[in-house]
């Protein structure tokens, strides 16, 4: 499936699936975003987003040649992070969590390294922390046959200025490639790292797996059916963090109306104004 289209690109129930990280982005009150992609690909999601100036957002693209870590996509965006903080989602991880917003909001104070630890039935597939019984971690052990506790990281990483250098100093692993545990427990070495528990209820949903893409269109879509509201409309989080005014949701809604898409941007022009600051979407 992936041989033709980035995963990122394909429909979690509604939307692109990169359209739920954006959306944690926006909410977290970031507005410049740098998008990593393979290179023949660039132009597939330059065609579905632009420069992001319709959301007002400031969107730029760079190429990673082929696979070499997550943490390698720290090293690709280095001039991009020049002077700066720095927030890394993985496109394919879709959280929807009030907790995790509030967290991401004051990411920009960061002086080390941010994770955060979300409780899940079966943690093998993932990092997962070795906390004591204080709450203090230990270290972040990758896919454990034997997992120290039921906390796995999820994709969405916030990072200090050093982080460049951080990863430039790394060893790759023996699959050849620069790992962002690595990352993470080079700063929990240095006692940098804060972790932050995601409260119970957090929805994580990592669609590396077919039955994990399935599960996590059917939540988004049940959310919103029994909700009323959407999940991941990048529309929404704009208008509502007060990048777009009524008059600029309207112009991206008319569009848009023949798959219902539009006629919600609509309803929420013409429905009760909450606060700015309310986190839906």
């Known amino acids: 499936m992936t041989r033709v ?33 393979r290179p023949d690909e660039r132009d597939l999601f330059g065609r579905l987003l632009g420069d992001g100036s319709q959301w007002g957002l400031d969107l730029r693209y760079a190429d990673q040649e082929r696979p070499q870590g997550i943490a390698h996509a720290l090293l690709v965006a280095a001039d991009f992070l020049v002077g700066g903080s ?8 879709i959280i929807h969590s009030v907790d995790l917003d509030r967290h991401l909001a004051a990411a920009d104070q960061i002086d080390g390294g941010l994770v955060f630890g979300v409780p899940v039935a079966d943690p093998r597939p993932y990092g997962v922390l070795d906390v004591d019984e204080r709450g203090v971690v230990r270290d972040i052990v990758e896919k454990p046959l034997d997992p120290p506790s039921h906390y796995a990281v999820p994709g969405v ?8 250098e951080v990863v430039a100093g790394l060893t790759r692993s023996p699959r050849g490639e620069l790992e962002i545990t690595d990352v993470n427990r080079e700063y929990l070495r240095q006692g940098r790292l804060r ?34 509201v959407k999940v991941g409309c990048i529309e929404e989080a704009a208008w509502r963090a007060g990048l777009l005014d009524d008059a600029a949701v309207r112009q991206l809604a008319i569009p848009l109306r023949a798959s219902g898409y539009g006629d919600y941007l609509l309803r929420l022009l013409d429905g009760p104004r909450p606060a700015r600051s309310a986190v839906l979407g």
């Open 5 to 37: 289209v980035s995963k990122q690109l394909v429909p979690v129930y509604d939307k692109p699936m990169i359209f739920y990280p954006l959306c944690t982005l926006v909410r977290a009150g970031v507005r410049e975003i740098l998008i990593i992609t």
């Open 86 to 93: 720095a927030l890394l989602l993985l496109g394919d991880n």
């Open 157 to 164: 990483y916030g990072y200090g200025q050093d982080v460049v």
């Open 195 to 228: 972790v932050r528990l995601l409260q119970r209820g957090t929805a994580w949903l990592d669609t590396g797996r077919f039955d994990d893409l399935m599960a996590a269109a059917e939540y988004v879509r049940v959310v919103q059916e029994r909700d009323g």
